[in-house]
Structures are given as C-alpha cells and as structure tokens.
C-alpha cells in the first residue's frame, strides 16, 4: 500500500511537530508513506467564505497530485472532510481520479481505526486527558456519537488512544459541543467564537484533565489561545502527538 501524507497548511506553518509525529507514527506501524511534492492547501478557507470559483483550481491539483496513491492520510478531520464532501460540485460524477481520491482520502484516526486495525501500540502517556471531538470529525466524518444523533457509532479517537497505555481519562460534561473555531466564523464572529472556546476550555479544566487532546489542531490552535490568555491549567496535545510517544510540555520541559 503506498500512502500519501496530506498536511495541512495550518499544520505545515504553526504545528510541524503534528505532521512530523503523523509521519512517525505510520512509520513505526509500517506503512510506506510518501510526502507528494507540491501539495498546497486543499481550499476549504476559499470555501467557506464563499469563493468557490477559487478554490475550484486548488480542488483539481489536489485530485491530480493524490489520485495515483493507494491512500490519502491527513491528521485534519476538517480537510478531510472537505476533500470527501465538498469537493463534488468540482468534478463530473464519473471523474475516475476524483472518486479515487474521495473514497481513499482518510482521517489519520480513521485509517488507523478502519484500514490498519491497529490493535496495540508500545506507548505510554501516564497523563490525565480529555478529548475534545471536532464538528467535522462528528458530524461529517463520523468519528463517533453526537447527542443531537441518536445512531450509536464507534469513538475512532477515543479506541485508538485507549491502545496508549497509562492514559488516565477525564470526561467533560458536554463531550460533543463545538469549540466555536469554524475556521473563517471565528473572524467573522469573534465574540461568540471566543466565548465558546472559554466555555469549552472551562469544562475540560473541571473535568480534571491537564491535557486536552483532539484529532483537529485547527480546534485547538483556538482553544490554545484562551488558555494561553487565561493562564487555564491545561494543555493541548494532537492526537498523533500522543500517539508518536510525545510528552506533554510541562513534562518535557521539567
């Protein structure tokens, strides 16, 4: 199986660690991965604010560039989402390369959880986490239950990290709500964005948890600012984070 690395531009600017890790990750559990050369931002911010004509061209590279691999992998449920349900109104119905790339296009949780099977992994986190599950990764990817759904689903996040040995789980009272990020909505709606961000934060740091994990780093940049700016006793960890055997900061910085 030849896998490509999709990372997000996000990620590629602001969190290299997370795309490193990813790579660690699918290494160690022997997948051949391959970084394409030339891969750019997949448009999701072009279209959500609209512009759909611009993201069109960026669409189409995307399909070119990843339709020869046997699977995409990207640690961004809310890329991923945007590759596999947004992406059609670009490509005719019987595009061969477009439908490859949006049935093999996989959230790096859900490729673990559904094409590897992993079902062990020689890591410890001794730590007590709490997970935040993003929009994207619920209510398009479907990575798990929401409470506004009353079809049962596997938490892919939650059995993968539960093969991390030493986790010590925390539960937030309301486990599904949104953080308030939404990419563009947190420019264009600063104050509600923020409020639920601290609304969210809150209810991870009553839970007990010091680490907020989450398969969205865009959701936690978010949420890492009101902590920063509220000097919240948590910390953000992405999941391939975890998962490569990180340590949280406090810890490796002791």
């Not at 477009?98 to 949780?109: G, P, W």
């Amino acid at each position: 199986m030849s896998v490509a690395l999709f990372i997000p531009c996000y990620l590629d600017q602001f969190y290299p660690d997370v795309a490193i890790a990813t790579l660690e990750l699918l290494e160690r559990l022997g997948v051949d991965v391959v970084y394409p050369d030339g891969q750019t931002c997949c448009g999701q911010p072009m279209a959500n604010t609209g512009c759909t004509a611009d993201c069109a061209p960026v669409a189409k590279r995307f399909v070119e560039l990843f339709s020869e691999y046997d699977s995409i992998v990207c640690p961004s449920g809310s890329c991923t989402a945007m590759v596999r349900h947004h992406y059609d109104e670009y490509f005719a119905d019987d595009d061969p390369k477009f439908n490859h790339v949006k049935s093999r296009t996989f959230e790096l949780c859900e490729f673990l959880h559904d094409e590897l099977q992993i079902k062990e992994l020689d890591v410890q986190f001794p730590h007590k986490v709490s997970v935040h599950q993003s929009c994207h990764g619920l209510r398009e990817l479907r990575l798990g239950s929401c409470s506004e759904n009353m079809t049962v689903r596997e938490d892919k996040v939650r059995n993968v990290l539960n093969l991390v040995h030493g986790i010590q789980w925390c539960t937030p009272t309301r486990s599904d709500e949104c953080c308030g990020f939404g990419g563009t909505f947190a420019v264009n709606e600063a104050d509600v964005s923020a409020a639920m961000g601290r609304d969210r934060v809150a209810d991870h740091v009553a839970s007990g948890s010091s680490v907020l994990a989450s398969a969205d780093m865009s959701c936690l940049m978010h949420l890492q600012g009101i902590i920063r700016r509220e000097s919240a006793p948590i910390e953000v960890m992405h999941v391939a984070q975890i998962l490569a055997g990180r340590n949280p900061k406090r810890v490796a910085n002791a």
